[in-house]
């Protein structure tokens, strides 16, 4: 059974500061590994989806790695803004829970001005 | 469209009375989920479609939840004699290419059940 765990659950930066969010999963035998951003009270929005061919995937100030074989993700977020602030979270679809995309419980990121 | 619409975006309805959420899905999205995040709390699976058909009905919470999907498009999630318990945020998200390609999610609809 797959599953998804972020540390840490909550963190607070200064602005300009960077930061590594963290993502470890249980069953390397993954597709791929996707990076949400949620504001609150909305949906989800799609950042990175780093395929499991490849090491990292880069947008803008994020870079997201991927490294199967210890069964860990991480999202780089440089020279960190205000607007940053939300909850991220990290999912991998996982074909023998139903095809079910499996997500983590979520960092929430706060970048204090 | 431009991307997952979903409707209503907010909805107050009286406990015991059927509800009906809809997603419309990116244009052609062959497969589409259905989560429910509760407040506070982490995103809960509820459902999963390719094409038409759901391989794994086992994450709606009750049997009164029910969902489908007709024309490989529109979906409907409906909850049957609505509860306090459901009240929650329901997400849809379509995928282009099925199993395993990158998730849209639309903004969800907010369900308060009073």
């Known amino acids: 059974k797959q599953e998804v765990t972020q540390i840490p659950a909550a963190l607070s930066v200064p602005e300009g500061e960077n930061l590594v969010l963290n993502c470890s999963f249980t069953d390397s035998a993954i597709y791929n590994l996707q990076w949400f951003r949620q504001d609150p009270g909305k949906g989800l929005t799609s950042l990175l989806l780093?395929?499991?061919?490849?090491r990292e995937q880069t947008s803008g100030r994020l870079n997201a790695s991927l490294d199967k074989s210890s069964g860990r993700s991480t999202l780089y977020i440089a020279a960190s803004q205000p607007g940053d602030s939300a909850t991220y979270l990290c999912a991998v679809p996982y074909y023998n829970q139903g095809g079910k995309l499996i997500f983590g419980q979520g960092t929430e990121l706060s970048v204090k001005p | 469209g431009a991307g997952v619409s979903q409707s209503p975006s907010n909805k107050v309805t009286e406990k015991g009375k059927d509800v009906e959420l809809r997603c419309d899905p990116i244009s052609g999205h062959t497969a589409l989920y259905w989560y429910r995040q509760s407040l506070g709390q982490g995103l809960e699976f509820l459902i999963y479609?390719?094409?038409?058909?759901?391989?794994?009905k086992s994450g709606l919470p009750s049997d009164r939840f029910s969902a489908e999907r007709t024309g490989g498009s529109v979906s409907t999630l409906t909850i049957q004699r609505t509860q306090q318990e459901d009240s929650a945020v329901y997400l849809c998200a379509s995928i282009k290419g099925g199993f395993g390609t990158e998730a849209f999610f639309g903004q969800g609809t907010r369900l308060t059940v009073v």
């Open positions: 780093i395929q499991s061919s490849q």
């Open positions: 479609f390719q094409g038409n058909s759901a391989p794994d």
